[in-house]
């Protein structure tokens, strides 16, 4: 009696119905993880273009504005208005200037979990933004005869309040 030859085996890659199944089943998974983080992005972006608009980003009519005067020295301070409660859908808002010397005063507002920066005096100085980020903001100030530096700078704190500090370097 003569034994039988085994059966051959044959092995090749993975066909195209293989592929096909593994990459459903990773879009299926992925749906989620996607979902979430467009939710999540657009609550960070949503309120950017406003930001921007009212950060004096951009040409507003064709004007430029430069103010020039005269110094005095002051130590820094920061001066803080109260919380006010949104009236309907408006949400809370928290308003802090921050003043260098009598000579610089930032106002820095907290609206909806984003920081902006509205109302900037600046007499004898020229600024710039070093970083703004919606949750943060630092201007730097250099006195236009002296060269002295200022920075002042507004954030929001872990605590969702206002935060503002000034430095002079």
Do not use: C
Not at 64 to 84: D, E, R, Y
Not at 111 to 118: C, D, L, P, Q, R
């Amino acid at each position: 009696m003569q034994k039988p030859e085994p059966s051959r085996i044959r092995e090749q890659g993975s066909t195209l119905v293989e592929y096909a199944v593994l990459f459903a089943i990773l879009i299926v998974l992925w749906i989620p993880v996607i979902g979430a983080t467009n939710y999540a992005l657009s609550g960070v972006f949503a309120g950017w273009p406003d930001h921007f608009s009212e950060a004096g980003y951009g040409p507003t009519n064709g004007s430029s504005t430069t103010t020039t005067t005269t110094t005095t020295t002051v130590p820094p301070t920061t001066t803080t208005t109260t919380a006010t409660p949104g009236g309907g859908d408006e949400p809370l808002t928290e308003t802090k200037t921050a003043v260098f010397n009598d000579e610089i005063s930032v106002t820095f507002e907290l609206t909806a979990g984003f920081v902006t920066y509205g109302s900037v005096v600046a007499d004898g100085w020229t600024y710039e933004v070093k970083k703004d980020t919606g949750h943060k903001v630092h201007l730097k100030f250099t006195h236009e005869e002296s060269g002295e530096r200022v920075t002042v700078k507004g954030w929001l704190h872990k605590k969702d309040e206002l935060k503002t500090s000034v430095k002079e370097h």
